[in-house]
């Protein structure tokens, strides 16, 4: 059974930081790119960080600079540490693992930011 677990999620003020992270069970963890997307009510989910099996990363323009997206194959685990946090950046946050023949969601993580 093929499971994606995000957790870290919470409320922070303006500026300040939290890392997330997201587990990954059944499923050959080095293979697969992963992603960090997000979508807040009312919104599109937007993607927000890549990395790739031979970990390359991208990232959105909103958030370069500010996010880095990290993978940890020995445990698998792919986390997002965000620093400066906006409150633009509020959402919840849902991480994917991907090939070119299928794709896995995990549950999501809220994260608030106030003002």
Same mark, same amino acid.
């Given at each position: 059974?093929?499971?994606? !677990? *995000?957790?870290?999620?919470?409320? !922070?003020?303006?500026?300040?930081?939290?890392?997330?992270?997201?587990?990954?069970? =059944?499923?050959?963890?080095?293979?697969?790119?992963?992603?960090?997307?997000?979508q807040a009510p009312g919104? *599109?989910?937007?993607?927000?960080?890549?990395?790739? %099996?031979? =970990?390359?990363?991208?990232?959105?323009?909103? !958030? &370069? =600079?500010?996010?880095?997206? %990290?993978?940890?194959?020995? &445990?698998?685990?792919?986390?997002?540490?965000?620093? %400066?946090? &906006?409150? *633009?950046?509020?959402?919840?946050?849902?991480? &994917?693992?991907?090939?070119?023949?299928?794709?896995?969601w995990g549950q999501g993580?809220?994260?608030?930011?106030?003002?």
């Amino acid at each position: 059974q093929v499971r994606l !677990v *995000e957790s870290g999620g919470g409320l !922070v003020q303006t500026g300040g930081s939290l890392r997330l992270s997201c587990a990954a069970s =059944g499923i050959t963890f080095n293979i697969y790119a992963l992603d960090w997307h997000r979508q807040a009510p009312g919104r *599109e989910r937007e993607l927000v960080a890549t990395i790739t %099996s031979d =970990g390359t990363t991208d990232y959105a323009d909103s !958030v &370069k =600079g500010r996010f880095t997206i %990290s993978r940890d194959n020995a &445990k698998n685990t792919v986390s997002l540490q965000m620093n %400066s946090l &906006k409150p *633009e950046d509020t959402a919840v946050y849902y991480c &994917k693992a991907y090939r070119s023949w299928g794709e896995y969601w995990g549950q999501g993580t809220r994260v608030t930011v106030s003002s």
